[in-house]
């Protein structure tokens, strides 16, 4: 393209976030893959629940190997060939997963498709906020987990057409679906441009204004003194310890790996990993009602993230959607937790109300932490390190990831209210993070959330040290209180004495 040419930000973002509905495809399909009659007819019968909860978590142990490299990797190539690379290898797992006669194939085929996975999808992120004008951040941004809810509602539903089939293509069908979109988005990356955060990380100042001006001729000229001043300290060569190091970014990386991993621990990927398994558990004892109702948590999905993304996110703000949700969703978590400890389950009442709370959390999940954790935890980085804290707070999320796809099964077999009052202690832990160091950066450009970051830490900073005074002042008083107290007691045993 020529630099009077424009590109449109929504058509790019659409096909960017195909990564997503790679993503969501397997999220929606693999439960009820392994549950399918042929799929065992092909591999056997699993004797545990360890078994199938590890075959879910190949993918995200690769997948949370890759992503740890994939900051530095989109750093040196660029975000652009890094999401191909990814998407290649990922469509190469997939079509081994889909033409596998051997359990050990598919596990090579979910290592080598998770590896892709875990190239791909943080440097998507970062790309979409990189090229997205401020006005338009938040719808840009939460398009991919809008294309991820399509992939999961639609890799429920295909599971549940395929399973009809006679034959082995009803489990290789998805698969194969699976392949076709990441060889799709290897393909189309080559005639995409470069991210212009990217080449002004490397200098090539000219090539990135030019980008900028096809997606946004209003914000270059306003930008481009400031992007010019702060290029100097903002090097391309940031590494993992100077993230670490440097108490500029530190902090703010360390909330972002803490938040994408809360994230997983909310439990919302024990829900869509394992829905048929949950909601047998709740009461949906067929396997045609159990995967029915999975489906209907992927359409559920879809559509609560659509106003989130076309509406809700840039009127909310990012500060109360995390809050918000994270309480809604710990309440949910309390009341299942509760119907299973109590008993409370075994009633109709009680089963409804359970399916009732895993829908609630659904969607309260949805359209706030799904949409606000990975745009919020990419645009309050410095642009030096972003792609590396980025695919760091990735690689937290796959690896507690993995973590609960490997467990669940186990600890819903020997505790059904045990998971719940976990999730639940996790969402309002974050909560109460999110309360003190969470700033607002809805309509800010990603040149001044360094001035809203600070701001937020300070007013912190204030405030737990006027509680650490006011405490010190009680404990104090205590003292001498008690002080007064023993004073009085010597006073009385004196005058009994005589």
Known sequence: MTRNDTWNIHAVAAFISLSGIFFGLDTGAIGPITVMPQF???????????????LVATILFSASTASFFAGALSDKISRRRTIMVGALTAGIGSAIEASSVKLWMLVVGRL?????EGLFLGPCGVYLIEISPASVRGKITTMLQLFITIGIASGY???????????SFSWRTPFIVQSVVAFTLAAGMERLPYSPRWLLLVGRNEEAFAVMEQFDRSAVEREKAELLARQESERSDATIRETFR????????ILAIFLMGMQQLSGIDAVLYFAPLIFQQAGLNSRNASFLASGITGIVLVVVTIPAQLYLMDRWGRRPSIIWGGLSMGLCMLIIGSLYASGGSKTTAGKWTIISMIYIFTIAFSITWAVVLKLFIIEVQPNRTRAIASTLSHSSNWILNTLVALTTPLFLAKSPSGPYFLFAACLLLTTVVCILYVPETLGRSLNDVDQVWNERQEKTSNLLAKMQEKTKWSKSESSTIRAEEIGLERIESAATAH
């Open 40 to 54: 065992l007819d092909t591999f056997g019968k699993f004797r545990n629940h360890a078994i199938q909860g590890a």
């Open 112 to 116: 080598v498709a998770g590896a892709g």
């Open 157 to 167: 539903f295909i599971s549940y057409g395929t399973v009809k089939l006679s034959n």
């Open 246 to 253: 440097d108490s500029t970014t530190r902090w703010r990386t």
